[in-house]
């Protein structure tokens, strides 16, 4: 073949790549949410025809744990995580965690979460969140699997646990600390999470952590249907306003939103294990 003719092919794959659409990973979603009820399969069908190429949707109980696995088995580009949150931990027994492991040995479920604290609402005593986080965190470490942590005004009990299980790592979803603690996260191996959050107007803290964060560290999530970015603040969100979010990264960081796309699938997949 021609130097020529390698050239020309060189230049017509270049071409072809700059046409080929975005692609986002939005690595938190509640799709099971009963908000979606009335349109959940229209829903999942425009994030299929869109900009998403993959999603992790995430248990918050046993009812929404068995969900996530359902959605997974029928949707190519849908993973699971299963847990039981913070909110529900007083409602857990025995039973809940052996239930939990089980639905954790499927092959589409990616993680353990989505567990932490949450001291901001009194949904759960803190003895009964400790109780479900150290468990859910040691079946994390028998599975091999990494974490999903909700973290809400409970920073140094999180880290306290966390540092507790060193063998573990994952994501912290939803990362609106310091950037004193994101360092500590980051050295403890874990990934944080950021969504519609970051483009409203005063979310000036969490907009400047972002800017110093290492890209290849960084997620993205629309927590959907919560947390709608701006301009659809207190609408419903979905999975394809992950591309709002993406877009508010690419301006913090100063860089084309494609690389935010690719940069953001990339970190998800290693974390997630998806091949």
């Known amino acids: 073949v021609s130097q020529g003719t390698l050239k020309n092919l060189r230049l017509d794959l270049f071409t072809n790549m700059e046409s080929l659409p975005?692609?986002?990973?939005?690595?938190?979603?509640?799709?099971?949410?009963?908000?979606?009820?009335?349109?959940?399969?229209?829903?999942?069908k425009?994030?299929?025809?869109?900009?998403?190429?993959?999603?992790?949707?995430?248990?918050?109980?046993?009812?929404?744990?068995?969900?996530?696995?359902?959605?997974?088995?029928?949707?190519?580009?849908i993973y699971a995580a299963v847990g039981?949150?913070?909110?529900?931990?007083?409602?857990?027994?025995?039973?809940?965690?052996?239930?939990?492991?089980?639905?954790?040995?499927?092959?589409?479920?990616?993680?353990?979460?989505?567990?932490g604290f949450d001291y901001h609402y009194d949904f759960s005593d803190k003895a009964s969140q400790s109780h479900a986080f150290n468990h859910q965190m040691e079946l994390a470490k028998k599975l091999r699997l990494p974490v999903v942590i909700h973290n809400r005004?409970?920073?140094?009990?999180?880290?306290?646990?966390l540092r507790h299980y060193?063998?573990?790592?994952?994501?912290?979803?939803?990362?609106?600390?310091?950037?004193?603690?994101?360092?500590?996260?980051?050295?403890?191996?874990?990934?944080?999470?950021f969504n519609g959050i970051i483009t409203f107007k005063n979310a000036h803290r969490t907009r400047e952590v972002l800017q110093y964060l290492p890209h290849d560290r960084v997620l993205i999530e629309?927590?959907?249907?919560?947390?709608?970015?701006?301009?659809?603040?207190?609408?419903l969100n979905t999975p394809n306003m992950?591309?709002?979010?993406?877009?508010?990264?690419?301006e913090i960081w100063g860089v084309p939103v494609e690389e935010v796309a690719r940069i953001t699938m990339e970190n998800g997949k290693r974390i997630y294990q998806i091949s």
């Open 46 to 77: 425009s994030a299929m025809r869109g900009e998403l190429s993959c999603l992790v949707n995430i248990g918050s109980d046993i009812t929404s744990s068995e969900n996530s696995v359902q959605l997974a088995d029928n949707y190519d580009f």
């Open 22 to 44: 975005i692609k986002y990973f939005d690595t938190h979603a509640h799709i099971d949410d009963k908000k979606f009820d009335e349109t959940r399969y229209s829903v999942i």
């Open 84 to 115: 039981i949150h913070p909110h529900d931990s007083q409602n857990v027994s025995y039973e809940s965690f052996e239930r939990l492991e089980q639905l954790a040995d499927h092959p589409k479920v990616v993680a353990i979460g989505e567990i």
């Open 242 to 250: 992950i591309k709002y979010i993406a877009q508010a990264v690419a």
């Open 153 to 161: 005004e409970a920073h140094k009990d999180t880290l306290d646990v």
């Open 166 to 193: 060193p063998g573990v790592t994952g994501i912290v979803h939803s990362y609106s600390g310091s950037l004193e603690t994101a360092r500590i996260l980051l050295d403890m191996g874990y990934y944080l999470s």
């Open 222 to 235: 629309t927590d959907c249907p919560y947390l709608s970015p701006e301009p659809y603040r207190g609408q």
